[in-house]
Structures are given as structure tokens and as C-alpha cells.
């Protein structure tokens, strides 16, 4: 019994023993070649990261451009047209640009993907239309004609209506900050024509941030009137950097 399955090891190591002695002597032979090629391919690899540096340099400039005309929004859609070159080259150059400044992307309705740069000017903006107004008082505008005006537009909107019981003055009464607070706001700034960013921020119930990010969009019209609780459209101006109503027409 002894023998018989000494025999069988035997034959079992003889026959893992054969693909090993080939193994060495193939190696033993083309060490050389197998040598030359693993030097060849990490040469390879390192030519290829150097070209891609040597083209993200001539990209840079055409990328910092881009930045400071769209105010920090880049898709690589628009730096593939600017720059004509393929679109997955673009993507790539992206994709390193957000890793290394720590931007942002989100995916857009229309599939694609839009990058977030915040510059040092762009945040400056972004502070300075988020501090309240603080020269109102110093406008051409006098206390009287102020309250005169306040007290007029909502007589032309529409008459008053009768005064309400005490229980269904209570009912009808709005949840407190929503709506009481935006509309006395709304009739003191509108004197001047326009809203700032963290004022239409705080009116249409949304961060400053989301009204910044949206503000160039399209559909920012109807995506303010959709959240406004008069349903008022607004406006972007890049001119003056501020929201006006707009009109129906």
C-alpha cells in the first residue's frame, strides 16, 4: 500500500516538476528580451506624461480665459471648441484641473457635466452681493416718498378687502418670516428697481449660493417665479450684478 503511494507522489511531482524546469529554462533564456521590454514600456509611459504635461501647458492659457469669462463655470464642451481639440482630451484635462484646485462639477439636464472654479474675484462677488445694502439711507429718495410710494402701489394692485373676523383673521394668517416679511422688503427695495443677490436669496427661500449658480441659466426666469411667493419672474444683469422683475409682455 506503502509503495503504491510513494509511486503515485512520484509521478504526481515528476509531472509538476516538468512545467517548472521549462518555465526557468524559457526565462533562463529570455531574460534579456523580457528585460528590454518592461525598460521599453515604463520609457513609453514616462514619454506619455511628458507630452501630456507639454500639452497642458498650451492649454493652460485657453482654460484660465475661459474661467474668467464664464465666471468660473467650464464644460468640456466649451474648452474643446476653444481650444479644437477631442472632447475626451478636454474631459481628462478637466477632471486633473478639479482634483488639483478642489472645484466642483455637477451633471446637467442635459447630460453633460458642468466644472465649478471659484476664483478669489469671483468669491469677492459672491461676499459682496451677500452683505445687505448699506447706502439705501444715502439715495435721492426721502423718507416720505418712500412710505407714499409703499402705500400706493398695493391701492393700485387691487382694492382692500373687508376686514376679517378675529377667528378667520387668525386662519388666514401666513407661518411667520415666510411671506409677511418679503412683500414689506419687496415694496421698500423695488423703489430702487432691483434686488441683490442674498435679497432675492432670502425671498425666494433658497441659499445665495443656488441663486448664483442659476442666475445665467435660461430658465432662471421661470425657476424664481416657480419659488416666488407673489410668482414675480427675475432678471440677471451682468451689468450692474443684480435681479429685476421681469415684466409680462
Not at 514616462?46 to 500639452?55: D, E, G, T, V
Given at each position: 500500500m506503502s509503495e503504491k503511494l510513494l509511486e503515485g507522489n512520484g509521478k504526481a511531482f515528476l509531472v509538476l516538476l516538468l512545467p517548472i524546469s521549462f518555465l526557468i529554462i524559457f526565462l533562463v533564456t529570455t531574460w534579456k528580451f523580457l528585460l528590454a521590454l518592461i525598460v521599453l514600456a515604463i520609457a513609453f509611459n514616462?514619454?506619455?506624461?511628458?507630452?501630456?504635461?507639454?500639452?497642458c501647458q498650451k492649454v493652460n492659457p485657453i482654460f484660465h480665459q475661459l474661467i474668467r469669462e464664464n465666471q468660473g463655470k467650464i464644460t468640456p464642451v466649451d474648452l474643446a471648441l476653444r481650444g479644437n481639440f477631442p472632447g475626451p482630451a478636454a474631459k481628462r484635462y478637466l477632471d486633473g484641473k478639479a482634483s488639483e484646485?478642489?472645484?466642483?462639477?455637477?451633471?446637467?439636464?442635459?447630460?453633460?457635466?458642468?466644472?465649478?472654479?471659484?476664483?478669489?474675484?469671483?468669491?469677492?462677488?459672491?461676499?459682496?452681493?451677500?452683505?445687505?445694502?448699506?447706502?439705501?439711507?444715502?439715495?435721492?429718495?426721502?423718507?416720505?416718498?418712500?412710505?407714499?410710494?409703499?402705500?400706493?402701489?398695493p391701492s393700485l394692485l387691487a382694492p382692500p378687502p373687508p376686514p376679517p373676523l378675529e377667528e378667520e383673521a387668525e386662519a388666514e394668517l401666513p407661518p411667520p418670516g415666510?411671506?409677511?416679511?418679503?412683500?414689506?422688503?419687496?415694496?421698500?427695495?423695488?423703489?430702487?428697481?432691483?434686488?441683490?443677490?442674498?435679497?432675492?436669496?432670502?425671498?425666494?427661500?433658497?441659499?445665495?449660493?443656488?441663486?448664483?449658480?442659476?442666475?445665467?441659466?435660461?430658465?432662471?426666469?421661470?425657476?424664481?417665479?416657480?419659488?416666488?411667493p407673489d410668482g414675480i419672474a427675475w432678471t440677471f444683469s451682468e451689468k450692474t450684478k443684480e435681479f429685476f422683475p421681469l415684466e409680462e409682455g
Open positions: 514616462i514619454w506619455q506624461q511628458y507630452q501630456w504635461q507639454q500639452w484646485f478642489g472645484a466642483s462639477f455637477i451633471n446637467s439636464e442635459e447630460g453633460g457635466e458642468v466644472y465649478y472654479f471659484i476664483t478669489a474675484s469671483i468669491l469677492g462677488n459672491i461676499l459682496d452681493s451677500s452683505e445687505p445694502v448699506k447706502q439705501l439711507p444715502a439715495q435721492a429718495v426721502s423718507t416720505n416718498a418712500r412710505s407714499s410710494q409703499t402705500l400706493v402701489q415666510v411671506h409677511t416679511e418679503a412683500q414689506p422688503n419687496l415694496a421698500k427695495q423695488l423703489v430702487f428697481g432691483s434686488l441683490i443677490q442674498s435679497e432675492l436669496a432670502k425671498r425666494l427661500n433658497v441659499y445665495s449660493s443656488t441663486v448664483y449658480k442659476r442666475r445665467n441659466d435660461p430658465e432662471f426666469p421661470e425657476w424664481s417665479r416657480s419659488r416666488d
